[in-house]
């Protein structure tokens, strides 16, 4: 089993759509979460922390569920500009130096 | 405001021709990182320093090595480029992790290795 599991995409929705990513880990002892943002051919920039209580920031809604370990991510009102992968992070668990990614998920908002 | 750099941004080596590619970070972060990532797939850790403790992921093939000198810099030398090799490298930076947390990273713009 992969440490981190992201849904394989690629999601493909309208603009104004709502779309929600879910992202498993394999380590139960995992302390810290993160959505990454990543455009074609850039690097990957820090879309959100995942908090225990869950996270807003926006239109960005960021859950963490430790019971199933799983979190997800929901984007409400899709802009043309959320088009990106969006990749999962997490925490190896003892060192929380030791960070794992997911596969990722590709994002098309289309008109 | 650049806070960590790579350079170059696009380097091509014949294969087998030792490659080093370098990382500067202006953030004082103790723990560095290098990152392969080829085409559609995720960014793959090779190995990271906090401060001068270097780890090494057990898959990171011997051809790869890596030194930091001093908190600012970090590089990346790959010995005996492969075909195989080529992708983009990227460095990230982060705080030290506590307990029971680990902080963010930043990452750089990335190194694009292409292998003749």
């Known amino acids: 089993r992969k440490e981190v599991e992201q849904d394989p995409g690629p999601f493909n929705v309208p603009e104004g759509a709502t779309v929600a990513f879910n992202c498993t880990y394999s380590?139960?002892?995992?302390?810290?979460f993160f959505w990454y943002r990543q455009d074609c051919r850039k690097e990957p920039k820090l879309l959100m922390s995942?908090?225990?209580s869950g996270n807003e920031d926006g239109r960005f809604t960021a859950q963490l569920n430790r019971a199933s370990q799983y979190i997800s991510l929901l984007i409400r009102d899709s802009k043309l500009s959320d088009s990106a992968t969006y990749l999962c992070?997490?925490?190896?668990?003892?060192?929380?130096?030791?960070?794992?990614f997911g596969a990722g998920t590709r994002l098309t908002v289309k008109p | 405001d650049a806070m960590v750099i790579q350079n170059p941004r696009y380097q091509v080596t014949q294969f087998g021709k030792p490659v080093t590619l370098s990382c500067s970070q202006t953030?004082?972060?103790?723990?560095m990182y290098w990152y392969q990532q080829k085409s559609s797939q995720a960014p793959k850790l090779l190995f990271h320093?906090?401060?001068?403790?270097?780890?090494n992921e057990a898959d990171t093939p011997d051809n790869f090595q890596s030194r930091r000198p001093n908190t600012s810099f970090c590089f990346l030398d790959i010995r005996s480029p492969g075909l195989g090799d080529a992708a983009m490298y990227l460095c990230?930076?982060?705080?030290?992790?506590?307990?029971?947390?680990?902080?963010?990273?930043?990452f750089g713009p990335g190194t694009r290795l292409t292998v003749t």
């Open positions: 990230a930076t982060s705080r030290v992790g506590i307990r029971d947390r680990g902080y963010e990273q930043y």
């Open positions: 380590n139960s002892a995992s302390q810290s």
């Open positions: 995942v908090y225990s």
């Open positions: 992070v997490v925490g190896k668990g003892y060192n929380n130096n030791d960070m794992r």
């Open positions: 953030l004082n972060h103790n723990v």
């Open positions: 320093y906090y401060d001068k403790d270097f780890n």
